[in-house]
């Protein structure tokens, strides 16, 4: 089954770090473009960071400066480094791999940033 399992999230206070990641099952072939999302109750999901296979990212403005993201291609992997953590950033995060032939999403992840 083709899937994508992520890993890492948890607790952590203001101005902590946390990193996200990401693995698919299988090998995407180019070109595609991995992302991060994350939700909070009541509101859809945000499009937080995205990379594209030849290198292009992108950010929402309100993490710019505070999370980088990256990834691998063999395996298909994508990371989220987030520092400097607010609790606004508090959410379910999800990765997200979209090609021309598939799209696929993570299970969810959950980050906490105490006050």
């Known amino acids: 089954q083709v899937q994508l399992v992520e890993s890492g999230g948890g607790l952590v206070q203001t101005g902590g770090s946390l990193t996200l990641a990401c693995a698919a099952s299988v090998v995407i072939d180019r070109p595609y473009a991995m992302g991060w999302y994350r939700q909070v109750p009541g509101k859809s999901r945000e499009l937080v960071a995205s990379?594209?296979?030849?290198?292009?990212?992108e950010y929402v403005d309100s993490v710019k400066g505070r999370f980088t993201i990256s990834g691998d291609n063999v395996p298909n992997s994508v990371f989220l480094q987030m520092d400097s953590l607010k609790p606004e950033d508090t959410a379910v995060y999800y990765c997200?791999?979209?090609?021309?032939?598939?799209?696929?999403w993570g299970q969810g992840a959950q980050v906490t940033v105490s006050s």
């Open positions: 990379l594209t296979s030849d290198g292009t990212d």
């Open positions: 997200n791999f979209k090609s021309l032939a598939i799209e696929l």
